[in-house]
């Protein structure tokens, strides 16, 4: 049984919507970080935050791929259960009842389908980055110098990065990423401001 201090600090987790959503893709399988930015929308510097949370309460593991690349998923499943119950006295009119659960059972519909043209959407949305990483896959072979050079730009199209979190994103050894970075800066792919990295002039439109 967990203590109230162990309940509050769980249920603040599961109080932010994203890593509500994280939890719910995580339990149809394992992902590495820019697979869950691409699924739930959301840019890989928030996706990290949400992730080392849920791992430093040992909500999530990972493990590496054979490119270094960390897959997390779920070490431990939560399930909340929570009763409420109204001090107020409930309406006793049958027919009362009845209009609430019709206009609830509309709502119900309203939202499923509206998940449903989401859903849609959401698949056509992944099928079209798909293809787009694979285009550029195609054309960093014959721009760059290796897969590390691509892995960066990639991980940079989508947001701007610090290299402690492109790390964290690539799973390349800092070795490595330094070299690559240093490489797309004398090539004028990637420029530096401070801590953080990004695509530079037409590269980043």
Do not use: W
Request: proline share 2%.
């Amino acid at each position: 049984m967990l203590d109230h201090v162990e309940v509050a600090r769980i249920l603040d987790i599961l109080g932010n919507r994203n890593r509500r959503r994280i939890i719910e893709l995580l339990r149809q399988k394992p992902c590495f970080v820019t697979e869950i930015s691409d699924r739930l929308l959301l840019s890989p510097k928030a996706v990290i935050e949400h992730l080392q949370l849920m791992e430093r309460e040992e909500i999530l593991s990972f493990r590496h791929d054979e490119r270094r690349r960390k897959y997390y998923y779920l070490a431990n499943d939560i399930s909340v259960m929570v009763s409420l119950r109204r001090l107020e006295e409930s309406l006793t009119a049958s027919g009362d009842r009845n209009i609430r659960l019709r206009k609830s059972l509309g709502q119900l519909r309203k939202l499923v389908d509206a998940r449903e043209e989401l859903t849609v959407s959401l698949r056509n949305l992944e099928k079209d980055i798909d293809i787009q990483i694979r285009e550029i896959v195609q054309q960093g072979r014959e721009v760059l110098s290796d897969d590390t050079e691509i892995d960066l730009v990639i991980a940079l199209a989508h947001c701007n990065l610090t290299g402690d979190e492109l790390s964290e994103l690539t799973g390349l050894p800092m070795q490595n990423l330094t070299a690559g970075l240093a490489e797309l800066r004398e090539k004028h792919i990637v420029e530096q401001e401070g801590p953080t990295f990004r695509l530079c002039g037409i590269n980043a439109e």
